[in-house]
Structures are given as C-alpha cells and as structure tokens.
C-alpha cells in the first residue's frame, strides 16, 4: 500500500507563488508517473500537471501541464525522496482549489498500483 502526503498550500495574493510537496511512502519498488490535480469550487477534478519517468536515476522525466498553467507551473521530482513538487507562479484567483497529488508505482511482482494524496487548500485572492 501506498501513502502520499502533501503539503504546501495556503493563501496567497493574485501574482505570488506557493510550491507544493508530496512525498511517498509504502510498499513500492519505484514510482513512473507522478502527476498533480486539482478540483476548484463547483468544478470537476482536473488534470494540472504530469511527470513520467521510466529511468528512475535521475530527477527528471517526461512533462505534461494543463494549458492554463503552462508557462506558470513547473513540475519536477526527486526520486531519491520519493517526492513530486509543483511550483506555481505568477498565481490567479482561478488557480484556487484543493490540489491533489497522484502516483503511479510499480511493485517487486510488476503490478502497477494507482495512488491519492489527501489533498491541499490554495487560496488565491485577488
């Protein structure tokens, strides 16, 4: 089983940046896709932003992000902390919502299992 906890939200004026954390845990032999949502008030969850790696000896992968946030957000990790980070900027009310980590690990047996933080509030006030 896998656990995830996030950290880093809060509330931040219109312009400002807040980096979030979210660090693995558990039983897992490595981690391919981390990956961060986010559900704003009366919204679906929605896809933010993707990192895949297949090479996991080095912090870097494959990225993807919402056309929203690109040019704004940079995801990046550090599998030696089993950990992904989202580090937004230039922030807009729009932005506010709970954001969630997820992450895609593989087991010692190769069985992928699929993996949701508990969630973290951003603000964003004008």
């Known amino acids: 089983q896998v656990q995830l906890v996030e950290s880093g939200g809060g509330l931040v004026q219109a312009g400002g940046s807040l980096r979030l954390s979210c660090a693995a845990s558990?039983?897992?032999?490595?981690?391919?896709?981390m990956a961060w949502y986010r559900q704003g008030p009366g919204k679906q969850r929605e896809s933010v932003a993707v990192?895949?790696?297949?090479?996991?000896?080095?912090?870097?992968?494959?990225?993807k992000y919402a056309d929203s946030v690109k040019d704004r957000f940079t995801i990046s990790r550090d599998n030696g902390k089993n950990t992904v980070y989202l580090q937004m900027n230039s922030l807009k009310p729009e932005d506010t919502g709970v954001y969630y980590c997820?992450?895609?690990?593989?087991?010692?047996?190769?069985?992928?299992?699929?993996?949701w933080g508990q969630g973290t509030q951003v603000t964003v006030s004008s």
């Open positions: 558990g039983r897992f032999l490595w981690i391919k896709e």
């Open positions: 990192i895949n790696s297949s090479d996991t000896s080095i912090n870097d992968g494959s990225t």
């Open positions: 997820n992450m895609e690990t593989y087991d010692l047996s190769g069985t992928r299992h699929n993996a």
